[in-house]
């Protein structure tokens, strides 16, 4: 029997401190993870490679997760979405030009939620749910 590939994740933040901090729980969970500083350079590697999931801040110099968000739609990319943010995000579900988003977690959310997150949306296929809200309790700082 061939051996199970790693799923992938990008991860995209402009703040190093969460970058790491998400890399390295992801890491330690099993997954591959690739790390992007801005929007910008998050479309470059996305060009370059494939991935699983996208885990994006909303609000980050250069490039924003809604630019990416709407980049990943226009380049018919099929990778699940997760956006992470401090500000309300009530309209980002009825905006047609950006790609689906399958959770949201508004900051300071607890890692473990998120990875029960990451786990489940990687475990199921296709057909799950899109538009999940998540992360609104405040513990565990990112």
């Known amino acids: 029997m061939a051996a199970r590939k790693?799923?992938?994740i990008l991860v995209v933040d402009d703040e190093p401190g969460a970058l790491s901090l998400m890399a390295e729980v992801f890491h330690e969970a099993g997954y591959e993870v690739l790390m992007a500083v801005n929007g910008h350079k998050?479309?470059?590697t996305l060009t370059r490679e494939r991935f699983d999931l996208v885990v994006t801040d909303l609000n980050m110099p250069v490039w924003s997760g809604r630019d990416l968000l709407r980049w990943m739609k226009?380049?018919?990319r099929s990778e699940r979405v997760i956006v992470m943010t401090g500000s309300p995000v009530r309209d980002l579900f009825k905006e047609e030009d950006m790609h689906p988003v399958d959770a949201t977690f508004?900051?300071?959310f607890k890692i473990p939620a998120l990875l029960e997150t990451v786990n489940i949306l990687l475990a199921v296929g296709r057909t799950a749910r899109r538009g999940v809200r998540a992360g609104r309790k405040?513990?565990?700082a990112l």
Do not use: D, L, N, V
Request: charge should be positive.
């Open 6 to 8: 790693r799923k992938r």
């Open 42 to 44: 998050a479309m470059a």
């Open 74 to 76: 226009a380049a018919g």
């Open 106 to 108: 508004t900051k300071p």
């Open 138 to 140: 405040k513990g565990m």
